[in-house]
């Protein structure tokens, strides 16, 4: 899923030249009478010393503040909130910050737009994970050699990094998946559970379970619990023909099962979740104001996925980060100043108020305005553990073979056993393309 002010100020330099000339006044010539008819002959005084003008110092420049330019892409909602920490963060750094809002679905395109017609590129990007994917694709961005915190959670760690070169610095967590129920129906505590009450639960006017299907977001949480995993452990390939996707394929038909009888897009669960006609619904942070929108008595509980396999079940976190644009001014000690602020306890609890996510940092995940939220606080619970899609065309190219057969495999039109092999060869096909295109 993915998901999505400038200021400028004018420099006034103002020199004050200051000069004293002080020169005392001449006395006046004094006549004097002679006794005689003579006239005395005039006599001159001796001219008074006269004060130099002081000298009057070179007017000293004031220090012009460096201006840097950042995009922000995020949602309308989002903006006011963000703008107002990184300006804060800039003044801090005793810089000049101006921030353009931008659309993060047009992200790419705004870029490309302006190289082509010749406007300056940004210095900084504000942006989620799915954005640095297309950023590193289109090698326009610089590396940061920065120290993240060491509380950082290791899944953002994960998908902000690829061959030991960090590219942003993650300052939110998003994007997890929840387990949604009626108040009527209670949590099951695992997956088969939740098979047996989803299938229990579905009738003529009410379907058992909803979700994305077909996409890999909702797959990976139990695959993870499987045992598998995307890419072999140095990232290079894709290992997807394993056992742990047929266990995984085989959770998903049994789910599947329990579906809407005439219709089984994410759009219509959503809605029908919504309205009460879905019993249990497995959905991300991200869609609150969806359902809202829905409904505005929308009421549902909420709880951790259901562990599967005897294993907690990994919901993958996404992240929004500030990144470093290759042709832009910004340096890595100016990423540092902003950082030094944004990493802060204070300005990271507020961002996660204001936006409805989780703070970067694990120590920060227990503070009482999280934990007083029921959807920041379910999602706190997942993040520790919650695993990062690394930026690299290998990742990338495993979750195209899974996307590939998922939503066939799941719906039962394509044999299972079947399944792993294509999806191997797909993910091993777009990842020839990136070596050799």
């Known amino acids: 899923m993915t998901l999505r002010i400038a200021c ?43 004060t130099m003008p002081t000298a009057v110092p070179a007017p000293t420049a004031t220090p012009v503040a460096r201006q840097l330019t950042i995009w922000v892409a ?7 909130a963000i703008a107002a920490e990184l300006q804060q963060a800039a003044q801090a750094g005793n810089f000049q910050l101006a921030i353009i809002p931008r659309d993060p679905d047009g992200l790419l395109i705004s870029l490309a737009t302006d190289r082509l017609l010749g406007l300056p590129p940004p210095d900084l990007i504000w942006a989620d994970q799915e954005a640095l994917i297309g950023l590193l694709a289109d090698q326009v961005l610089a590396p940061l050699d920065i120290q993240l915190p060491d ?16 590219w942003g610095a993650p300052i939110t967590a998003q994007d997890m998946l ?14 088969a559970d939740l098979v047996a009450a989803a299938q229990a639960a579905r009738t003529s006017e009410r ?46 038909r049994d789910l599947y099962r329990a579906t809407p009888r005439n219709g089984d897009s994410y759009a219509r669960g959503q809605r029908l979740l919504a309205k009460g006609f879905a019993a249990y619904a497995i959905d991300g ?91 920041r606080a379910i999602t706190a619970m997942q993040a520790t553990d919650a695993p990062g899609l690394a930026p690299t ?15 066939s495999a799941t719906t039962g039109d394509l044999p299972i056993n079947e399944a792993p092999l294509r999806m191997q060869r797909a993910a091993l096909a777009c990842l020839h393309q990136f070596v050799q295109p």
């Open 285 to 375: 942070d991200w869609a609150w104001a969806t359902y809202h929108a829905i409904s505005d008595t929308f009421q549902i509980g909420i709880a951790p996925l259901p562990s599967f396999n005897d294993n907690p079940a990994r919901s993958l976190i996404g992240g929004s980060l500030l990144m470093r644009y290759r042709d832009g001014q910004a340096t890595p000690e100016d990423v540092m100043t902003l950082l030094a602020t944004l990493y802060q306890p204070e300005v990271q609890l507020r961002l996660s108020t204001a936006l409805g996510r989780l703070p970067a940092r694990r120590e920060l995940l227990t503070d009482t305005s999280i934990q007083t939220d029921p959807v």
């Open 178 to 191: 929840l387990l949604l129920y009626q108040l009527d129906r209670s949590p099951p505590a695992t997956a």
């Open 8 to 50: 400028a100020a004018a420099l006034i330099c103002v020199a004050a030249l200051i000069g004293a000339a002080c020169a005392a006044p001449a006395p006046a010539l004094t006549m004097t009478s002679a006794p005689t008819a003579t006239a005395a002959p005039t006599v001159s005084p001796a001219p008074t010393a006269t």
């Open 207 to 252: 379907a058992g379970f909803v979700q994305g299907w077909g996409a890999a977001r909702w797959f990976a949480p139990w695959f993870y619990a499987a045992g598998g995993s995307f890419t072999n452990p140095d990232g290079t390939e894709p290992t997807l023909d394993t056992p742990a996707m047929t266990t995984t394929l085989t959770l998903l």
């Open 151 to 166: 509380d950082l959670l290791p899944g953002l760690r994960t998908l902000a990094s690829s061959n030991n070169t960090l």
């Open 74 to 80: 995020e949602p309308a909602e989002a903006q006011s």
């Open 393 to 407: 065309p290998a990742a990338r190219c495993a979750i195209f073979g899974v996307e590939s057969y998922l939503y």
